[in-house]
């Protein structure tokens, strides 16, 4: 705790000071984020460093394996906070980034290890999807390799979820919101994002391309591993 305390210390002596300003027209102002943002819970995921976003630019939902619970299940905040942000914040962008070395992905893919976390273990049913499509056409990969691919095929199977929820398929069906898969490498710094016109992540290039949902792609490893 002391190194949180002594940032919190360094933001209300040097950080908020010198940028009063900014802080005081965002609490005056009604929040206008850019994107909803979708990533998983990793303490090594920075979206608004990765995005170089500044407060108020995302909507940040967070979890273990960035899962969007599709509609129609047990209403928990990942619908809440998705139905908020696009019928009262009018968001028309949403991203669900995955990253490597996930260790939610690692975890649903070797079951015996969920034995005594049974709260993950049924959360992890919401990707139940993407473990049955790692196992029907990944098994001749390598652990590293096949760890990739589902982290992938996971960010596909989330954007399904998400298009589920009836204020996303509503504002998809009349073109006002657009949806976007993203996988960032932690090591490199690289950020993939799902090319629906070449089925394959490729890296994010300057411009963005959002996706459909119901994605179909074929896993091209060199894409990926970096």
């Excluded at 394996?65 to 009262?88: K, L, Q, R």
């Excluded at 760890?147 to 095929?153: D, F, G, K, S």
């Excluded at 073109?175 to 016109?197: A, H, M, P, R, T």
Aim: proline share 6%.
């Amino acid at each position: 705790m002391d190194k949180i305390i002594a940032g919190v210390q360094r933001f209300r002596s040097h950080v908020y000071p010198s940028d009063r300003d900014f802080f005081e027209h965002l609490a005056r102002k009604q929040q206008k984020p850019i994107a909803l943002f979708i990533t998983c819970a990793d303490s090594r995921i920075h979206p608004n460093l990765i995005t170089q976003t500044d407060p108020g630019d995302l909507f940040l939902i967070r979890n273990a394996g960035n899962i969007v619970p599709p509609h129609g299940g047990p209403v928990g905040g990942e619908a809440a906070t998705i139905e908020y942000s696009i019928e009262v914040l009018g968001i028309r962008n949403i991203i669900v980034c995955g990253h490597s070395q996930c260790g939610a992905m690692k975890a649903m893919l070797e079951d015996p290890h969920l034995n005594d976390l049974p709260a993950a273990k049924a959360w992890f049913q919401h990707a139940e999807a993407t473990k049955r499509i790692v196992r029907a056409k990944y098994a001749d990969l390598s652990p590293e390799e096949r760890l990739v691919a589902a982290t992938e095929e996971n960010v596909l199977v989330q954007l399904n979820n998400l298009s589920t929820h009836p204020s996303v398929a509503v504002h998809l069906s009349a073109g006002e919101l657009k949806i976007f898969g993203w996988y960032y490498d932690i090591g490199s710094g690289q950020i993939l994002q799902y090319d629906q016109s070449l089925t394959h992540f490729r890296e994010l290039d300057g411009q963005a391309h959002a996706t459909s949902p119901l994605p179909v792609r074929s896993f091209k490893v060199a894409a990926s591993i970096v």
